[in-house]
């Protein structure tokens, strides 16, 4: 079993980042057979499209479907992400469910919640390219309740959120960030709309415009943990990255299975 302890993001005791948890080969094989997919398997939203793998949630119950064979048989992702213990309190001990979303350079998502119908842990690979997740708080003194459903295309409603986030990870290609506990459920997360991403040099300060959807530069806290000689000079120099086009699967554990689990054994060859 991996250990999470050297993949821990510092300060974060509810964050781990793995680089290069899927080697380039995988990589290359995953992204084919993602754009090889039929056009009716993608679901279109307003600002970017996705698929969705495990079965469909109905009053937060799975209806559940078999996972593709390219996160069970090559390369065996579900397996993996077990093998690291994240999912170890999990219902199924690994996960069951998994939406991947396609983001074109200049797309983003809301801050959102994950939900209830999710065990709190969730992991999500990066494929392709590299993007800025943000992880904010609600803004203190607010009433009212959030939907939870920002994943499934739903924006968050009736809290008013902090726009200043609390913590920022630079997501390279091929790597897992797994989050759980707190962060997970007292906190949104969300990816700024842009076509590129700027960082602060080494002891610069932090811009006020970060998570405003504007273009400020941010200060990422796994800078140390960065394995792509790109990246590291970014964040180091306070350059600028630009976008590609990033297909992330973001894998979580649903509790409530329909039918007592049937199908989470089996998959669905393509």
């Given at each position: 079993?991996t250990?999470?302890?050297?993949?821990?993001?510092?300060?974060?005791?509810?964050?781990?980042?793995?680089p290069?948890?899927?080697?380039?080969?995988?990589?290359t094989?995953?992204l084919?057979?993602?754009e090889?997919?039929?056009?009716?398997?993608?679901?279109?939203l307003a600002n970017?499209?996705?698929?969705?793998?495990?079965g469909?949630?109905a009053q937060?119950?799975l209806i559940?479907?078999?996972?593709?064979?390219?996160v069970?048989t090559y390369?065996d992702?579900?397996?993996?992400?077990a093998?690291?213990?994240?999912?170890?309190?999990?219902?199924?001990g690994?996960?069951?469910?998994i939406?991947?979303?396609?983001?074109?350079?200049?797309?983003?998502?809301?801050?959102?919640e994950?939900?209830?119908?999710?065990h709190?842990?969730v992991?999500t690979?990066?494929?392709g390219?590299?993007t800025?997740?943000n992880?904010?708080?609600?803004?203190?003194?607010t009433?009212?309740?959030?939907?939870?459903?920002?994943?499934?295309?739903?924006?968050?409603r009736?809290?008013?959120?902090?726009?200043?986030?609390?913590?920022?990870?630079?997501?390279?290609?091929?790597?897992i960030?797994i989050?759980?506990?707190?962060l997970?459920?007292?906190?949104l997360?969300?990816i700024?709309?842009?076509?590129?991403?700027?960082?602060?040099p080494?002891g610069?300060?932090?811009s006020?415009e970060?998570?405003?959807?504007e273009?400020?530069?941010?200060r990422?806290a796994?800078?140390?943990m960065?394995?792509?000689a790109a990246?590291?000079?970014?964040?180091?120099?306070g350059?600028v990255?630009?976008?590609?086009?990033?297909?992330s699967?973001?894998?979580?554990?649903?509790?409530?299975?329909?039918?007592?689990?049937r199908?989470l054994?089996?998959?669905?060859?393509?």
């Amino acid at each position: 079993m991996t250990s999470l302890v050297q993949y821990k993001v510092s300060g974060a005791n509810c964050a781990h980042y793995i680089p290069d948890f899927v080697t380039p080969d995988e990589e290359t094989y995953l992204l084919r057979k993602i754009e090889e997919s039929p056009q009716p398997r993608w679901k279109k939203l307003a600002n970017r499209r996705l698929q969705i793998w495990g079965g469909d949630l109905a009053q937060r119950v799975l209806i559940p479907q078999p996972l593709p064979t390219i996160v069970t048989t090559y390369p065996d992702l579900v397996s993996r992400l077990a093998a690291t213990g994240a999912f170890a309190g999990t219902p199924h001990g690994a996960p069951n469910h998994i939406i991947m979303n396609e983001y074109l350079p200049g797309q983003g998502i809301m801050p959102h919640e994950d939900g209830p119908a999710y065990h709190p842990v969730v992991a999500t690979l990066s494929l392709g390219a590299h993007t800025v997740m943000n992880y904010y708080r609600y803004a203190p003194d607010t009433d009212g309740v959030g939907d939870g459903g920002g994943e499934s295309g739903e924006l968050q409603r009736g809290r008013a959120i902090d726009p200043a986030p609390v913590m920022s990870l630079l997501l390279e290609p091929r790597s897992i960030v797994i989050t759980s506990g707190k962060l997970y459920t007292a906190h949104l997360h969300g990816i700024d709309a842009r076509e590129a991403d700027a960082f602060l040099p080494a002891g610069g300060e932090r811009s006020a415009e970060v998570g405003t959807g504007e273009a400020g530069p941010v200060r990422v806290a796994n800078a140390h943990m960065l394995t792509g000689a790109a990246a590291r000079a970014a964040v180091r120099d306070g350059g600028v990255l630009r976008r590609g086009t990033r297909y992330s699967l973001t894998c979580r554990d649903v509790g409530r299975v329909s039918g007592a689990g049937r199908g989470l054994g089996r998959v669905l060859r393509r």
